[in-house]
C-alpha cells in the first residue's frame, strides 16, 4: 500500500484536518483492505468535532494483479502508462468506486449487471447498492433501504453474466 496525508473538511460541521490514506492498493497484498471495499466502509471516516460519518473522496488505484485489472478513483481524464492487457477501470465517485470493485472482483459483466441495477432503481426510485452475486442460486443480490432483494436469472442470462475482458465499460 502507498500513503499520503490528505487535508479534507467535514461538511457538515466545517473541521478541517489532515487524516493518513492510501493510494494505492494492491489487493493480494491487503486483505482488510479488500474487506472494507466489499462491505463499503473503506471511504467511511467519522469527523473527530461533530462525529458524524461522512465519505472522504481522494485518488486512489486497486491493482489486481491476479485478475490484471486497476481501478481507479480520480478526476483525472486521461490516465496513461498501463499495460495493454491489463483492464483499467476509471470511476469518479465513491458509489461508482464500490459498484465497479464488486464487479471486478467477482468477474461480472458490467453492462449486464448496471442494467439490472437500473431496473430496480426505476422501479424504487432510488439509489440502490449492488451487494453481489450467488452463482449456487443464480441470482444478482441489491439492497434497497437496508433491505436485500434478489434478482434470479434465467439460464439465458447465467451465460451472460460473467466477464468479457474485451467489452467496453
Known amino acids: 500500500m502507498k500513503e499520503r496525508m490528505i487535508e479534507t473538511e467535514c461538511p457538515f460541521c466545517g473541521h478541517s484536518f489532515y ?3 492510501d493510494t494505492l492498493i494492491i489487493t493480494t497484498m491487503s486483505p482488510l483492505a479488500v474487506e472494507r471495499l466489499l462491505d463499503r ?3 467511511s471516516h467519522l469527523c473527530s468535532r461533530c462525529h458524524k460519518l461522512f465519505y472522504l473522496t481522494y485518488p ?3 491493482r489486481n494483479p491476479k485478475k490484471r485489472y486497476s481501478l481507479l478513483l480520480t ?3 486521461d490516465v496513461s502508462g498501463f499495460d495493454p492487457e491489463e ?3 476509471v470511476v469518479k465517485n465513491v458509489p461508482q468506486f464500490y459498484l465497479a470493485f464488486h464487479l471486478l472482483e467477482n468477474d461480472l459483466n458490467f453492462k449486464f449487471v448496471l442494467n439490472k441495477k437500473k431496473r ?3 422501479k424504487y426510485k432510488k439509489m440502490i447498492w449492488f451487494d453481489g452475486y450467488d452463482d449456487k442460486n443464480h441470482c444478482l443480490w441489491f439492497d434497497v433501504d437496508g433491505e436485500n432483494k ?3 436469472l434465467s439460464k439465458e442470462e447465467e451465460k451472460n453474466i460473467h466477464i ?3 467489452q467496453a465499460v
Open 19 to 21: 487524516i493518513k490514506r
Open 41 to 43: 466502509t473503506y471511504f
Open 60 to 62: 486512489l488505484m486497486v
Open 75 to 77: 478526476e483525472q481524464k
Open 87 to 89: 483492464r483499467v477501470v
Open 120 to 122: 430496480i432503481e426505476d
Open 150 to 152: 434478489a434478482v434470479l
Open 164 to 166: 468479457v475482458y474485451n
